[in-house]
């Protein structure tokens, strides 16, 4: 399965942003998805995860009440929808996915498939 992640930029500190993944060649609705993020010369960081059935989503704590990931199965569409953001979440965010038998995963390291990421800056 590829991926490409889409709606990054610049905002304000406060601001929102939308970014999109979109799979294409196999089907990705049997796949688990989530979205991390990375600053360069840093760890990724996990964000944010999907179960690959039904709308069980897990959050990092530093994202909890701000965050919102989502998914359009007809579209083969992941969404990430984030509010309230701040200067120290720029980063580079990545969309990902994974079919290693579990609905869901939330570190990074289980994640199998990559897109080239979104790059998301926040002003002060």
């Known amino acids: 399965v590829q991926l490409v992640e889409s709606g990054g930029g610049l905002v304000q500190a406060g601001g929102s942003l939308r970014l999109t993944c979109a799979a294409s060649?196999?089907?990705?609705?049997?796949?688990?998805r989530g979205w991390s993020r990375q600053v360069p010369g840093k760890e990724g960081e996990f964000v944010a995860a999907?179960?690959?059935?039904?709308?069980?989503?897990r959050y990092a704590d530093s994202v909890k009440g701000r965050f919102t990931i989502s998914k359009d199965n007809a579209k083969e569409t992941m969404y990430l929808k984030m509010n309230s953001l701040k200067p120290e979440e720029t980063a580079g965010y990545y969309c990902a996915a994974s079919r290693r038998g579990k609905d869901m995963y939330d570190t990074i390291e289980e994640y199998d498939n990559w897109g080239q990421g979104t790059q998301v800056a926040v002003s002060s």
């Open positions: 999907s179960a690959w059935f039904g709308t069980t989503a």
């Open positions: 060649g196999e089907t990705v609705r049997t796949y688990a």
